[in-house]
């Protein structure tokens, strides 16, 4: 993709995303159409930055039905650690994801969500091999204003064709009601990947703690986001904060 093919897209996508901010809910029958947008100051992915530590912005629609069935779409920019050995004109500049799941609850406390999701690199040359399908498993329990979660993604062939890959996470959020909604939270991740040598790093843990607080029809989040690698700042993945506003 050329500079201005590649300049056409991200405007055309960001003029897509302001016009979808309108309609940011609705409900068709049994259907809860909804929309969402965010700007952020860096894109992280499990703790590795998308966007070569650069501003992001990201869009996405959802479809939810009333049984707990549903399915989403989520568009970003991206700049991805890509050396000489990749043609400007064959990298990756967009990342979109497809989603499809099902969630309901146990009881009045636990609730699961069991999902497939599917990771496309649109204008990155196919033989690069960035795109792949994940599924996840996730447990949520909440009592009061608090949650607390378990998520499991498995990959059976992970980005760049590196073989199986397992991401295991436990997070935490806490939502201050009487403080107008304000919410602090955590996680802790670790991912792991069969072929560390195609994908271009070691198994990994990741940490991030957040605060997050509704402004109108807005929700600002800063959080710090860091990982255990001991060559981080190659990976784009030392520790920093990230400040994101969403609608």
Sequence with gaps: MNKSLRLSCQIALAS????????QAADVGP????????????????????TNEEPGLTGGFDIDHESGLYAKTWAANVNLLEDNTVEPDERANLLVSWYVGYTANFNDNLEYDIQAAYFAFPGAAKDLNYDFPEYTAALTYTIQ???????????RDFF?????????????????????????GGRVGRQTVEDNDTVGFDDYNTYGVWL??????????????????????????DGKFVFTIAF
């Design 145 to 155: 204003d608090s949650e607390l979660g378990l998520a499991y993604s498995f990959a």
């Design 212 to 237: 997050s607080y509704p402004i109108g029809d807005w929700t600002a989040t800063l959080e710090y986001v860091t990982t255990d690698f001991e060559n981080a700042e190659e990976l784009n993945s």
């Design 16 to 23: 897509s995303l302001v016009a979808m901010l309108p309609c």
């Design 160 to 184: 760049l064709k590196s073989g199986n890959a397992h991401y295991y996470e436990l997070n935490a959020l806490h939502t201050f009601t009487n403080a107008y909604d304000l919410e602090i």
């Design 31 to 50: 259907f809860e159409l909804s929309t969402n947008v965010s700007l952020t100051t860096d894109l992280v992915f499990r703790g590795m930055s998308f």
